[in-house]
Each structure stands twice: as C-alpha cells, then as structure tokens.
C-alpha cells in the first residue's frame, strides 16, 4: 500500500510539473483558464449602466502566431440572450451583434481607435469577415456558435508578436437585459482544440464575478518597457470585497474600489523589477455576505495614457510574489 500511495504521489507530482510546462499554452478560452472568470457580459444599449455595463460593447482580439497554417474558427459560447447564463430584466429582449474583423485597421498597435475606448464608432476599423445578430434563441442556449472557418493570413499581422490578429466585438444592439457568453478560438469547428501559441487580449474588460464568495477571479495585464506606473479604473465593482494587485515584487497591493454605478481611479507605481511580466489583478469577494450577480469593468493606462493588454494566457505566466531576502554577513 506504501508504494501504491508514493507512485500515486508521483503522478500527482508529474501532473503539476505538466500543468505548469511552458509549453502548453490555454490562450484560446476567454475567460483564461487562469482567469477564473465564468462569464463575459454585454447588455443591450437600453440597459442600465448600474447593471455593470458602461458602454455596451466588448472588443476582443485573438492573435494567432505565424507558424500556424491552417483554418481556424472563433466559438461562442452561448450567444443568446434568454434561457440558462443570461441576466433578465423585465422580459429577454436584447439583440447582440458578433462581428469579425480582420485586414488592415485591425491591429491595436498600429490603429489606437482599433481598441475601441474612445466612444467612437472607429473601433469598426478592418474588413468585416463574418457577422451574426442573435435574440433570444433556445437554438444557441447553452451551445456554441462557430464563426469561421477563417485564414490566418485573413488577419493584420503583427511583427512584434509575430501573429496575425484578428478582432471580434460584441455589441448590445436593442434592449436592456445583460448577455453572458465565452469565446473559444479552436482549430476545430465541433471540438475545442486549441492552436498552440495563440492568445487572445481586450484593453477594456466587462466581466461577470462568481456568485461565490470564496472565489478569487484574476486578470492579468502585461508591463511593457518604459512604464513606471499605471493608472487603473474599475466601474460597478458593488463594494464586493477587495482588488489587490500581485506581482513577483507586489505581496498584494490593495486598490480603491468603485461602488454602485460609479468609477474609481488610482496609481499604482511600477517598478523595474515588475517591466516585461503580467501583472496579476485579483477581486476578492466580499465574505460577510454574498454580492450576488456581480459585472464589473477594468481599464487600465500607462503614464502616457496609453491602454494596456489583459492577456487571457499570462505572458510570462501566473506572476508570483518573490519576498526580497537579504542575506547580510554580519561585519564584526
Ligand atoms: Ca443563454
Ligand atoms: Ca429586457
Ligand atoms: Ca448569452
Ligand atoms: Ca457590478
């Protein structure tokens, strides 16, 4: 039995050695899988914005790496706005259009109105691949749709990352309920399979907590060099608990929260030793009692007002807090 429980150990150990393996890559789900996020939520344009939507719309952008030379699709999950996942209000009524773009216009770093945070309708920029509205459809409930398949070369390529990028938005065109759904970048129409190196990252992030309150969501932007600090903004975080940033310098920085229907903003300085890793945002529920139904928005900017990327596969990987130790030879 001894030897039973130590060779399960070891394939427990292996396991975990395989799960952290740089090499596999969990890009294509967003919400990530690190992410332990279970839904992202866009209303209806005539919804309240006390709800946790404040703009009804949510951009995405999947990059997929150079190398890869096959077709590839962009799943939905639950595209509806009716029966299971989707917030009600009154009755279901809200439209969602889902459409993608690729081609020149598309890529963030080259086209700032690509990223879609001004309020203009500029973020349209691209060649519009494919397009699809969806109601309240017991068809799509609880299901996936599959746009696609598409070219990887259909996208604007991207040198420094070496990937093509392609964009989708989510728009509430008419009525006030909120839809929840989740994408899946697959190389499969029917199964989801994922393309090795690809990810996926949006600059304003509109996102449904956990009706849990011993969950710990997290979002995981990237620090690029020459930032020396970033300004955060959350909307409609309900008073739920704390937001706390990690990082291997950061134990766990506690940021100002927004309320109700309202926004909150602070700094939070960067040091060297955080530039060219993710950093990791974690929202802690509260625990006295539970905030039921919580969507909440973060958007993050540079010193220069520049956006920042939140990568649903962390670059880098899951940043850890690495304590300083000081190992001082006493001189006596
Ligand atoms: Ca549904
Ligand atoms: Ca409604
Ligand atoms: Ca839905
Ligand atoms: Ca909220």
């Known amino acids: 039995m001894k030897l039973g429980s130590r060779v399960k150990k070891l394939i427990a150990l292996l396991m975990l050695a395989m799960a952290f393996s740089p090499g596999l890559v969990h890009g294509q789900a967003v919400p990530g899988k690190d992410e332990n996020i279970p839904f992202l939520v866009t209303f209806g344009k005539f919804g309240e914005t006390s ?52 081609g020149k216009g598309v890529d963030p770093d080259k086209n700032v109105e690509s990223r879609g945070l001004k309020d203009t309708d500029n973020y349209k920029q691209g060649n519009l691949l494919a397009s699809k509205v ?23 390529y991207n040198e420094k990352w070496r990937s093509y990028i392609f964009k989708i938005v989510c728009e509430g065109i008419s009525g006030d309920d909120g839809n929840l759904y989740r994408y899946f970048l697959s190389s499969d129409k029917n199964n989801d399979i994922p393309i090795e190196g690809a990810n996926a990252f949006t600059y304003e992030y509109t996102f449904r907590m ?65 530039i060219g890793k993710s ?42 807090y690495q304590p300083v130790i000081s190992v001082r030879k006493k001189t006596k």
């Open 134 to 156: 969806f109601g309240n459809e017991p068809t799509y409930d609880n299901r996936y749709y599959a746009f696609g398949p598409f070219n990887p070369t259909e996208g604007d």
């Open 51 to 102: 709800w946790g939507d404040d703009d009804f719309v949510s951009i995405f952008f999947f990059t997929i790496p150079k190398d890869f030379n096959r077709q590839f699709y962009i799943k939905v999950f639950d595209p509806d706005c009716g029966g299971q996942h989707d917030e009600i209000q009154g009755v279901f009524d809200t439209k969602t259009l889902f459409s993608v773009y690729g």
């Open 279 to 320: 950093l990791d945002f974690q929202f802690h529920k509260k625990k006295e009692f539970l905030v039921r139904n919580n969507n909440v928005v973060i958007a993050l900017e540079n010193q220069r007002g520049d956006a920042l990327q939140f990568f649903s596969s962390p670059i880098g990987g899951v940043p850890v």
């Open 210 to 274: 956990w009706n849990d309150n011993k969950s710990i969501s997290h979002i995981y932007p990237y620090v690029d060099t020459g930032i020396v600090s970033i300004k955060q903004r959350n909307f409609d975080w309900d008073d739920d608990g704390i937001i706390l940033v990690v990082s291997t310098y950061k134990q766990g920085l506690p940021v100002p929260v927004s309320n109700e229907n309202d926004t909150v903003e602070s700094v939070i300085p960067i040091e060297a030793a955080e």
